[in-house]
């Protein structure tokens, strides 16, 4: 018990240090952040459930006013922001990466992970984040798809990076993937 609570804690605290990475904010107020490399991680390390948990700390903290999103953004304002669908959407993100990698058993761990955060941090995500952009912005679904689709190639780069960081772990320290069964 207190060992899962350490390790939500400490992939939330992860997510709010990546949001210290430089960004860039597009003109539709979208910011480029690596903090959706820390929610991919919190699935694929942690599985559904903690990495969900994870997410929704940090997303609480940020309720509750904390200036973790990056750029320094919290409170309430957050959730009616372009970025809301997002925000939102980073507990449910971790949760489909975790889902996908507990049930899906590919191998090698780093494969999982990595198609894992695809369609979890990837997939999941642009469906949130495109549609919160919409309700909040007042444009077709389409057009928010469409915006928030300049942002896969780094994304693919973020799942990929987390493949090959679980991979790296299930190598060397393999009792960390609860979800992972050495073959």
């Known amino acids: 018990m207190e060992r899962d609570a ?11 240090a990546l949001g210290l990475v430089p960004q860039i904010t597009l003109a539709f107020g979208v910011p480029i ?14 599985g559904a459930r903690r990495g969900a948990m994870a997410a929704g700390v940090f997303i609480l903290l940020v309720a509750l006013g904390l200036p973790l999103l ?11 922001s372009p970025t809301a669908g997002f925000a939102l959407g980073f507990p449910v993100a971790a949760f489909a ?15 999982a992970a990595g198609l894992g955060a695809v369609f979890g941090g990837i997939a999941v995500l642009y469906l949130m984040g495109a549609a919160g952009l919409a309700l ?5 679904l389409a ?13 693919l780069l973020k799942a990929a990076i987390c493949g090959m960081l679980v991979q790296a772990i299930a190598r060397v320290r393999p009792q960390s993937l609860a979800w992972h069964r050495p073959a």
């Open 70 to 80: 990056a750029g320094g953004r919290g409170g309430l304002g957050v959730f009616a």
């Open 143 to 155: 057009q928010a798809f469409a915006l928030v689709s300049v942002f896969i190639p780094g994304d």
């Open 6 to 16: 350490a390790h939500i804690a400490l992939f939330a605290a992860m997510i709010a």
């Open 136 to 140: 909040v912005s007042g444009k077709p």
């Open 97 to 111: 990466t975790g889902l996908f990698v507990e049930r899906v058993r590919l191998r090698p761990a780093g494969l």
């Open 33 to 46: 952040t690596a903090q959706t490399l820390g929610v991919m991680l919190a699935g694929a390390v942690l």
